[in-house]
């Protein structure tokens, strides 16, 4: 090897290293979920054969050394797993219990540790649970977090740290059961919560005096936080100052993440920044003592753990907490100071606190911001001339420059999760941040002051009173701007590598060796990336159908070989939830899919159209079909004036009309006849026979044995088919004998509810669905399902 060639300097940065097999141990843990026996014999045959090793007669041989090497290294990944198995432990032995106990009510003890609003309007309380009492009086004294539900609109008198008994009726926690649905079981596991429950009673609250706790220090806060904002702005300074975001609307929240603001209102790495900027005016004053800097050092510290306390202790303040103090204390005492091993160590140190935290989004978030700054912002600065650096728009350029560069290099984890980018981000960011370096110190000292003085702290705040009024202005009008924020696909694996490896591009961009290395594999990746896109390329144009699982209802999505996407009937609704919006919705941003080509409502109850109106507005649709059938609901017109009101089109179907929505395939309307005199609403369905190649989807909607006598008249073997979507949930009332006879579907699929008040689906339709020899498939049971068909064969397909 050339004595020239670069080489990365890992024994440089020995934090970075250990981080990174510290988060590989717990990564592998998580997907391996083996015995903490099992991980623990490993590690420690791994140590002995290091013990071994470093024993080993002394020669002039390096095999031992880097075997010894290798060792070190697999050892701190086991001990990673380990560790993570180890808090996972008592968990999951909670996760059993009271799994035996889902929908029946308990009695709970435990303090409160976080209050919050949900998007619908209720509220969200998680609790630290001290004791359990089961039925039959059994008292079960284990320690783990429970997530509490309250929907009522009566208020709950109680606060973050107050000891509570009540009574709550455990919820079960299951996997996703559509596809692009949030994966709630995996985020409520990340924070260390593995049981939910609905709270149905509070049978007694005591409030938390212990001064030991930071409860009673943030209550105080919070008052005097109000007494001098007042009521217009107090809900926002709240959540800036300390993070207190709980009386923030839905709207607010989603507006500032829209313009790339919600990192304001984290409480991050960003606020200690401005915390400590004044603090170091301060230490020079105290340098001419005898113990000047150590007093400074320790005022810095207990600054830093009293501020870290009010917003709670997040990941992002105990990260920003630890790097700066790291840094102040080498700055003071001349001590190494580099900024990426600090940083390392900051988050060895918080997953050692809990190794789940590494699953969390605010830890993601808040390391992949550090480290996009420290890589970036030398290459910056070096490109960027000095005279603007040190002028006086310096600050406002380099924060929109800054801001950009981050809100770049956070994109696949911001589309991952939130599936929006905000465009306007360094415009806002360059706006709102050098005015926010001087409301943030000065709000937090007139804290002070107003515990002392309230009228004169009122006054002297007045400045940061009209900062909050023009804030919520200045994010409500530019979200209104049709480019500042756009709707993004959720990033696959390989999209995160070559993101990645273009940001070290430009880190290394001064390094010469280094720099061609990175860019050789980036290429590398882009070749792989375009093979795999080629391949699909060249596979047959396929057919895909996704049946939703929406509970008691219907919805299912077609994706054609041309790219063309159409929905049969939007699932339910009920008050406080769509299926649209819940589950919709979150498929079509997962998928990347930007605009409806077409949707089919098969007939107006509840159960089929409650999701279409959460739909208009949200995505664009070209055209809504219907059967013409008028029905009296409140939903039924509500969507027929939204469509209205967005100028798209709703035309009626009825037998022997086709449509045609892709080259490749025609969708052949046998039902509803214009004739067709029933009552029943369910006997005016549309009935859709979706045709590609040689193959058949048959979609009954909710027709009943009238339809299938009428199709058996008039059509005869034209309903002949490979693929049946079972008519009216599998009810009584469809699925004849006859009818099942002459179409023979091969496959057969009935949306349903697990547990509903309609009996569904009936056992004698199921029983002549299996005497017709057809594969029965049920929402109820897998969740969503999805089907392919190339033209000539039809196969089920796993979206997991």
Known sequence: MDKHEYQFPFAKYPAIRIALLLAGGIILASYLSLHLTTWLVLLGVMLLIIIALEVWPGNNNLAPFYIIIACYLIATILFGAAWQTLFNKKDKTSTRLLSTYTWQPLTFEGTVQEIART????????????KTILQDSLIWQESYKLRTYYDSESSLNMERGDKVKFEATIYPL??????????????????????????????????????????????????????????????????????????????????????????????????????????????PFLWTLRYGKHIGFGLMVLLLIIYAGLTGFSTSVIRASIMGGFITFGRLFNKSRNSKNITAIAAIIILLINPSNLFGISFQLSFAAVYIILLILPVIQRIIPKRIQHSWYGIPVMAAIISFVVQAGLYPILSFYFHEFSLIAPLSNAVILPFLALLVPYSLLLVLVAAIFPAAAFWLNTPCRLFLEFLNWFT??????????????????????????????????????????????????????????????????????????????????????????????????????????????????????????????????????????????AMPIDVIYNSGTDYDSNLYRHYLKKAADYDIPVRTLGAGDIVRLDPSLELLIYGPLPSNYSSD??????????????????????????????????????IKTDFLKVGHHGSATGSSKRFLSKAAPIYSVVSVAKKNRYGLPNAKTIQRLKESGTRIYFTAIGGALQFVSNGKKIKQTEWR
């Open 174 to 283: 299951t996997k996703i059961r559509n596809p692009g649905q949030f994966k709630y079981k995996k985020y409520l596991g990340s924070q260390n919560i593995f049981v939910h429950a609905g709270l149905e009673s509070v049978l007694l609250v005591k409030a938390n005096e212990n001064w030991l706790t930071w409860n009673w220090l943030r209550k105080d806060v919070i008052y005097l936080i109000e007494q001098n904002f007042g009521e217009k702005t107090a809900a926002l300074a709240k959540s800036i100052l300390i993070g207190h975001k709980n009386e923030l609307g839905r709207d607010t929240k989603a507006a500032f993440s829209r313009v790339g603001l919600a990192h304001i209102m984290a409480v991050s790495g960003l606020h200690v920044g401005f915390i400590l900027a004044p603090f170091w005016l301060i230490i």
């Open 119 to 130: 998007s619908s309007g209720g509220v969200m309380i998680d609790f630290s649970i001290k």
């Open 681 to 718: 609403v369910n006997e005016h369905s549309l009935i859709m026979e979706l045709i590609y190649g040689e193959t058949a989807f048959l979609f009954m909607g909710d027709a009943g044995k009238y339809q299938e006598k009428r199709l058996l008249k008039n059509y005869g073997a034209l």
């Open 476 to 617: 409500s009008t530019l979200v209104h701007w049709h480019w500042s924020w756009i709707k993004t696909p959720e990033t696959g694996f390989m999209f995160f590598l070559i993101w990645l490896l273009i940001f070290l591009f430009f880190a290394s961009v001064r390094i010469h060796k280094l720099r061609w290395k990175v860019l050789g594999l980036l290429l590398l990746l882009l070749v792989i990336n375009q093979g795999i896109s080629i391949r699909q390329a060249f596979k047959s144009p396929a057919l895909e159908i996704t049946f939703f699982d929406v509970g008691q209802g219907d919805a299912s999505i077609i994706a054609t070989p041309a790219g063309k996407h159409f929905l049969i009937d939007t699932g339910r609704w009920s008050p406080g939830y769509n299926s649209g919006e819940h589950i919709i919705l979150p498929y079509l941003k997962w998928a990347g899919i930007k605009k409806l080509d077409a949707v089919f409502l098969s007939h107006p109850h509840a159960d089929h159209i409650g999701g279409i109106a959460a739909l208009i507005g």
